[in-house]
């Protein structure tokens, strides 16, 4: 390498390499907006663009046919609380100690002492350095309490459910389900067929009121988790029950959010991102299809989700992307792309930007994905190669296979041509099996497994005391 100086370091101080990079000039010196729309459960077969020949998707389908479509996009937990993690620090759950409760739960539960750790940059966080107003509409399961509320990670604004839909439990001493603004209960408990609709309100008006600054707008639905519910407009109306009611109230939802954008002229400065948490449970109608396995589960089905991002002018309409992306990808992309700095601390994710513009030759930036459920490293993914480890014992779970907790064999699949996961082929590979080991070992001693810490791995924070989030007298 020669070793002439480059001016290229100094451009990208000042955030100017990313945004010539992305294909914006001097004249377009406003960074762009960004709006993720955050499915809760939402499988890999649920939508007609992924499909889907139940749920019908009008608007979400046309928000593909106008961008880029992931065929192979993951989520990094097969679960809420650790996917949310994720998302919002760019890191693996565990590399951030949210990978499970302190109490054992795989979920934060309503009264949690435990949240991200205030040290963490969050994705919001990272956008206000470039003047960003944010906003989180929606289901958070970041921690209820206050210090883990969005208004302290970053977001001006939140509006929403602080856990899922189905804590309520009496016995655990649960309070009625809470809806939150800025970080006083309005309502309980809230009102459950109405909040697809509200959020959705929210989402225009807080669209509308920053439409000369640069957005940040996260809108992680409540739908379609259990219990299911969709407003009078659409109850009743699919052909696929509740689940459909509630999944066609989320398509016309993201079609009042494109259409605002475009009355706004705002459609071709902002990049809208639609995906899920995790996959569906399989049951009350949700669907992984081809996929096997589902929410809880590192199979493909509890992991791959529907990606779609939209950027008319930006990225191109109708295409498809089949290298490996995740969730964590997006804080990484989105600094570049407005010209913010990265957190100043190792994070997992990587800059997919030259996936969604298409760049000729593009690559995943992901050497491998590591599947973990709760504290356990249970898969490995390099290029189509998949590694389920050997285990002696699963952490048990709510999916009926691995309920026993037992150990199971190892399994090397080739995804390309068996998405279902079924043939073993580690028996003619071995260099392969050798090389997704390895992999695994270096996963393992970077973000731990088990008991056993990694050498990358920090705390969540965990408060003294709390208590539940209750409507104010
Ligand atoms: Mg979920």
């Known amino acids: ?18 945004a ?17 729309i955050f499915c809760d459960d939402l499988g890999y077969g649920d939508l007609g663009c992924y499909g889907s020949t139940k749920n019908r998707t009008p608007h979400i389908d046309a928000l593909a046919g106008r961008g880029i479509r992931f065929t192979d996009f993951y989520s990094s937990s097969p679960v809420c609380t650790p996917s949310r993690a994720s998302l919002m620090t760019g890191c693996y759950p565990r590399r951030v100690g949210m990978h499970e ?5 795989w979920v934060l539960i309503p009264r949690s002492r435990r949240g991200l750790d ?3 940059v969050t994705l919001p966080e990272a956008l206000k350095a470039r003047g960003y107003a944010t906003a989180c509409i929606g289901k958070w399961h970041l921690g209820d309490q206050p210090g883990h509320l969005p208004t302290r990670h970053g977001f001006d604004h939140y509006y929403g459910i602080p856990y899922p839909n189905d804590m309520q439990s009496g016995r655990r001493g649960d309070p009625p389900l809470p809806l939150v603004e800025g970080e006083r209960v309005v309502e309980a408990p809230a009102d459950q067929s109405t909040l697809t609709k509200r959020y959705t309100q929210q989402a225009v008006e807080f669209i509308v009121g920053n439409r000369a600054a640069p957005f940040f707008l996260y809108l992680p639905h409540t739908f379609p988790h259990l219990p299911l519910f969709a407003s009078p407009d659409f109850h009743g109306g699919s052909a696929n029950g509740r689940y ?18 475009e009355e706004h002229g705002l459609s071709e400065n902002t990049l809208v991102i639609f995906t899920s948490d995790n996959g569906s449970n399989g049951r009350n109608g949700g669907s992984n299809a081809p996929l096997s396995g589902g929410k809880g589960s590192t199979m493909e089905g509890g992991m791959r989700v529907p990606m779609i991002a939209c950027w008319p002018g930006r990225i191109a309409a109708g295409s498809t992307c089949r290298e490996l992306a995740t969730t964590m990808d997006l804080l990484p992309t989105f600094c570049r792309l407005a010209g913010a700095p990265l957190p100043g601390r190792k994070i997992d994710g990587h800059d997919i930007a030259p996936l ?26 390099q290029g189509d190669w998949k590694y389920h480890l050997e285990l002696e014992r699963t952490y048990p779970s709510w999916s009926s296979v691995e309920k026993t907790g037992k150990g199971r064999p190892g399994k090397l699949v080739n995804l390309r041509d068996d998405p279902a996961e079924e043939a073993d082929l580690s028996g003619a590979n071995p260099e392969v099996l050798e090389r997704m080991r390895e992999l695994a070992a270096r996963a393992a001693a970077e973000l731990g497994d088990g008991a056993a810490r990694g050498a990358g791995q920090r705390e969540a924070k965990t408060l003294p005391a709390s208590a539940p989030m209750v409507l104010a007298e």
């Not at 390498?1 to 990313?18: D, E, H, I, R, V």
Request: proline share 8%; hydrophobic share 40%; with cysteine.
């Open 1 to 18: 390498m020669k070793a002439t100086k480059s001016p290229l370091p100094a451009l990208a101080a000042l955030g100017l390499l990313a």
């Open 20 to 36: 010539t990079a992305a294909g914006a000039g001097p004249a377009d010196a406003r960074p762009p907006n960004f709006i993720v």
């Open 101 to 105: 409760d302190a109490t054992g739960h």
């Open 118 to 120: 205030p040290a963490e």
């Open 244 to 261: 459909g009611d509630s999944v066609e109230e989320i398509d016309w939802s993201t079609g009042q959010i494109f259409s605002c954008l």
């Open 356 to 381: 969604l513009f298409g760049e000729a030759g593009a690559k995943s930036p992901h050497e491998a994905l590591y599947y973990y459920r709760r504290r356990q490293l249970q898969a490995v993914r």
